[in-house]
């Protein structure tokens, strides 16, 4: 088949750079060979899918990081992954192919559902996951989808919801009962929550449906961005069943059926914590606030995909709970390679984030704050701003609130000496 190269822009992630990233043997060697011989998607969002749907299948086990005083460190088997590239570059089928496995692959098997449902409240989601399908993935083919939702009234717990799922430990719904119900009061508890997100978004719609409040709030951190834009033709894609059969399989026999534990040892814990001090830590004061918050989670990610390629590498399961599986150096040095080229696309994303869309507004609701001599209402932001509706000033300042970089409350004002005490904001 015939492919045309295309030209890209520099925030990309090249093809040939992913070669690098991807163990010389396995199951991720085989995904991404056989993926990127069926469709022109970029090489970038078949490894987020494939590291993502093998975190969902093998969420059974646990990643322990040793620490050469005899204590461990212990890291949820779960990947939170957003491909990023303008419409028509192939993030859906990337992602539909890979889900699309992993679905097969649980489905001959003795495990539920793989699938949180689509149409599904926060309510609908928990009781889901408390019944038994505690492992699961968080598919949203666009993910503008799942920031719309959170902002809405009835689901606007959401992010905090998944923030508390992605610590990894139960996580309680209390449902009180309603008048004539009686005293009873329930608890429906999800025991070992194991939460891995895939989806996708475009450029502009990222930048429209994200804000500052979104990264120091952490739930944007806690992403890991796949970003890159098509950079080859096939004029007709076509399917390989029986290399997605034999995908599916090894799915389902390895990393669907484990229970083990599997060990990074600790002489090579310091690969992941050394770049995390000399790339992060080391240059904190260097990169924006919100861009740190999102690197400094790196080091967890490193550890994941170090078990992830571990696991992709091995032939049988761990099917016994005291099983174990250790880390090579290889895949430590490559975990590390990939968290450098992640953390370049990172900068390049809150660059363009910061430009336009929630980011900007926010920043003219942040500075008219601050530039308050007092504390101010909606109504003495909107005479300050009067491009922005009232709604949308309401918006920002919750989302401000949220991320803890404005305080709220009723207090007496400048411009409402009498009467009612108005909701009012103030600067940290």
Known sequence: MSIKKLAVPDWAIPDDIVADLVPDEGWLFDYLTSMTDVTDAPAIFHLGTGVTILAAAAANCDIIVEHGDGRVYEVSMQMWSCGVAPSGDRK???????VRMLTRARASSDEPDVLLPVDGSLEAWHDTM???TNNVLLYRDEMAYLFDQS?????EGTKSWLMTLYSGASHTRVIRPRQGEGNQVRRITIE???LSILGGIPPDTFKDKTGRGDWKSGFLARMVFWPSSRQSYQPLPVTDHKAEMNLA??????PVRSRGKIVIPADLVH???TWIYDEVEAKRQTMPGEVFSHLVRYQDLGFRLAALYAMSRTTKPLAAAGAVLRVQQEDMELARDTLQVLSGSAHKLFGMFQTSGDGEIEAEVLAAIVAAPDRVTLRDLQTVLPHHSIS???RTCEELERAGVIQGGKQRTASCRRGPVPYSYAAK
């Open 92 to 98: 859906s089928k990337a992602m539909e192919m890979g």
């Open 130 to 132: 408390a019944e038994g």
């Open 151 to 155: 902002k809405r009234g009835y689901s």
């Open 192 to 194: 070992r929550p194991r």
């Open 249 to 254: 399989k090894w799915l389902n026999r390895v």
């Open 271 to 273: 690969i992941i914590t």
């Open 392 to 394: 949308k000033l309401r």
